[in-house]
């Protein structure tokens, strides 16, 4: 078994019965008695789960803060007389500030 001969003292592993963690076993010692291999697929599909959201949250905050950054503005020009659309933020600058954000 994947938790036999692990030191410990006393206690019973996390993963057989009777043992706990902080946070895991989530189910307890109900959750225990399941074959390990399906607890193994359970939290596989629950890391899983938090990536494909962690990845959708990204993916929301990178659109937001690419439109913010795409912004352009209607100027006149005295020289040529004109109108003319100039970007807001200097190119450099939004991707300097959208690698700081993203990686805080």
Request: charged share 20%; glycine share 12%.
């Amino acid at each position: 078994m994947p938790c036999d001969g692990l030191p410990g003292g006393s206690d019973p592993p996390i993963c057989r019965v009777g043992g706990g963690g902080l946070l895991l076993p989530l189910g307890g010692d109900s959750e225990q008695e399941l074959p390990d291999g399906l607890r193994s697929a359970l939290y596989l599909a629950a890391l899983l789960w938090c990536f494909v959201g962690v990845a959708i949250i990204a993916d929301v905050f990178m659109s937001a803060i690419e439109k913010i950054t795409s912004r352009k503005a209607l100027v006149y020009d005295k020289k040529l007389r004109k109108r003319r659309t100039v970007t807001v933020w200097n190119p450099t600058v939004a991707n300097l500030t959208l690698m700081a954000l993203g990686s805080s």
